[in-house]
């Protein structure tokens, strides 16, 4: 089995649907990686182990998923100069706007990399980008995935057109 | 030289001027506090530090103060039993909007008594409540402190009476 | 029967379901409360004598859920020197900005302790923390409360990580 | 001495200037009113007393101006059956968003007839309009203040169809 | 048959289930209104005549309920002086902030007594305290729809307190 | 003398400053245009008979800029079927989010072409985007500044390169 | 078949039930159009391609059609100098606020002419307002549009109003 | 002279003094990077050539700065599959809400990697974490510029409580 290269956290089992999108988008691009549950405010001694040691255990990208005050990706990005890629999830009450300000306006010196709300294939994406850059076998697979975003439109597009004729 | 019941944090010395306000009501109702400069995302371990020994250093309430994707009191609250009050900063950009979401918002579980953006005097005016709890001797000093509120605004109204005839 | 030392005033019947989170948080804790259904708009004056009495009769903290316009924090807070938690409730069509905003920004003099919108657990959990600074029979209950949010955390966790395998 | 017809209440001493906009509208149409500063939260009990006893004393419309947590309008109407127009005033962090709000977003039962973020002047002309209905002396003094409006822009507008030329 | 001294006018037909609440309030308050649907945008010759014949026609005021970019109300404030009252309708997409906002924030010189995004109930609660005034016989209904108000709070509260035994 | 092809009109004289952004483009664009100002709300009957007869004195755009709960626009699409540009004015209190949401969340069956908060200099051009459809000797200028554009911001970026080395 | 005037983008296929809005009004008026899919983020190349070939194929005006960080307008207003309206879709957090302000907020140069949150209607009617100035067979369709808008309101009116007896 | 790692774009010469931060913190961690000015809307031929030909020219991050309708960093992230991070510009109407949320509200398949509104310094030191995955010689560099933050708040705070003395 090979050592995971991108850890996923989640602040509550309650995201799971919305990040499995990261899960398989990695999978697709066979890029090795963990998932984890594990929450700022509520086992806040395992987000901080977590964060202190995933760099030494060979992890290159941390991706945090957290809603309301979603402190998480900023707590791991206070305790590791590994990138930190957040996702803010979407909340009932305020669409996510919560999520997201707690998420991005993060303070000079302590860097969130944030995506769009529940963003999770963009997440994934990212941390591939950026692991690419040191693993160029990811380089093409990334490529490629462009090529069949770009072809999948075009596919919708001549459907759409000849629709309307 | 009495040992504090109270602790203010401030996420960022640029807070300092607004927490002024929380400093002169404490002097006032003669509440012993201590104060300190702590970030959630700088100086982590200090925070850390700070908010697991605080209990056992007679501290009875803390009261933290912090800006943009503010943490430092969800940080704090989550490793402390005590009762955390955040006072979101105003921001140049968002008014503050993005610290009160981000001071408020808490998951269930880990709770912040979130005053007004940049109510430093209610912070503390709300701790003396908290404390005069078990410790009557403060008590009448908050009930002195309304009626002065109540006769400050009467006697704004004389004068504003007056001026009209 | 023991004495209510949390009062918990909702400002509309329909309000019930979301406040229910509150009651059973005080149950497990094992703090009495008593309940109310008092609006500050079309009660005044319940409001105003729930307000005056509320210290006299051995309440300690007083949770007030309001939604809209939600004023019933600050109408209680304007009357009593006891510490007031305000729960801003979720609306249709702001999704409760409305509700946070009317609750939290109160002006110099006049605290709300102001949670989450519907944050009803936490409203729970912050008025027992305050009561047990003077009944520290409660302290060790939220410290367990605390450690089983932990452990519920890590074993969501653990679940988590076995079905990525 | 005429006895006033409307009551012009500030919640703090800091919105004058704002306010005066509305003495001005009223002294220009010649409406007899009163001026108050009165604040919801700082002295609940003058606020009550205002509102109960203002229709005994001949006041017809209530103009209340306040900012913030903005209570003060809904607290008069809730205790009086007389129309009440609340001004919400801007606010240096959320630039009277929070006024708004806690002005306009009354529950079912207790209206405020709000006004513009700051809108003193409008509130003096629908004061008026509203007492014209009985009092019928001052509605040529609207329709004329209508037609200036009217003529004013008339004025701008030439002088500036003849700068462009 | 009664000449109406309400007029209510629809922006559009889909908001007749939210002003329905108007209709119901001025039946059981026995004030005699006509109703009307007039789009600003799409009928605005009728808006312009419904405006300027109110007052003759013996309106006294006029209540528009309008959605999005809702300029009914002010256009009919625009060609009046009747007291106009805006009912801002919630929208599917911003929650019905569009309409508030396009309904309160109206320029020095032409009032819009704004109420609460579908706040219908309010605004034929207050459309009926400005008739009251020149037309006494409406004052003790509102007293003892005020009344009503508490005591139905009140039986809330009673059948809450005893659930809660 | 040329007749105008494009007429602006501003909702107040307070909009000068902003609207001079539009002259000046379409002078040097060489487009005849006129200026006026008219309220939608102050001088209705002047926005009516400047709609109503704009296509018949040979306009073929009209341009509104307004603030706050912005009519102007709106009304005057109502009115005409020339296509419409609104202007929505920055406000001080709302940043011009009330002027944008009163311009562009217009009803089906009645658009306005909404540029930025204050985007005058976008309104000129996309006004003489349209009338260069039917009179061609626009097309070129409008070439131009699109390439004077790219230039513009080449030599900026030069300048920095050079600096930087 | 007729050389199409207008062309319609979709930024994603998900927004086609949306903009059939503006299929059904320019089918209706009579305006020949085509309509394509094409993402400005996932096939940037087909977004160029379309843009810098509308303008010699005949196009006059083109609609653009995108949610969130809706970038489809103003990349497609950069490369061409015919008008391009903008259509903001609605988003399932944030209830598009985001496309909104991603479309309107254009820097000066290169405007969008930008409807309502899903204002496909709105949008199909501006383009023929547009085509309608230099092709004037499309001019007394829209006149005939208008008014059918007016009558159908009437007719609502007139309903409305029986029930009302 | 060193090639860069970093490429620092700049949608305009305005935002020069905000990105400066980003500058000075790459200057002092000693990664080469370079500067250009580049409008996704006013230039879309050199933002296109920039995003194709980054990484053959050894660029391995891209940082965007962009303001209003920031399309920059969404446009350079479809064209590259180097990580792309975007720095949302503050504006002076929306305070940079509408920068914030064009570009980070990116749709499925092209992330941008979104620092706070004005974020400059975040900027550089994520784009540092990156980087020095691949070259580990900036690592250290991190870990000491994070021991400095953590070392200043330390010193701030120890002024603090010794001014309170």
Do not use: W
Request: one cysteine or more; proline letters at 7%.
């Amino acid at each position: 089995m090979v050592d995971p290269l991108i850890g996923i956290v989640l602040g509550s089992s309650s995201d799971l649907a919305i990040v499995e999108g990261a899960d398989r988008v990695l999978e697709e691009l066979d890029v090795p990686f963990e998932r984890r549950i594990i929450s700022a405010h509520r086992s806040p001694q395992a987000a901080h182990d977590y964060a202190v040691s995933a760099a030494e255990r060979g992890i290159e990208v941390i991706i945090c998923a957290a809603g309301k005050a979603a402190h998480l990706a900023g707590v791991v990005s206070s305790l590791t100069t590994l990138p930190v890629i957040g996702i803010p999830i979407k909340t009932p009450d305020l669409g996510g706007m919560d999520s997201l300000l707690s998420t991005v306006q993060m303070p000079p010196g302590v860097p969130v990399a944030t995506v769009a709300i529940d963003g999770a294939v963009n997440a994934a994406i990212l941390a591939t980008q950026i692991v690419a850059l040191k693993h160029p076998e990811y380089a093409p697979k990334l490529v490629h995935q462009k090529e069949k975003l770009a072809r999948g439109v075009a596919e919708k597009d001549e459907e759409y057109r000849k629709e309307a004729q």
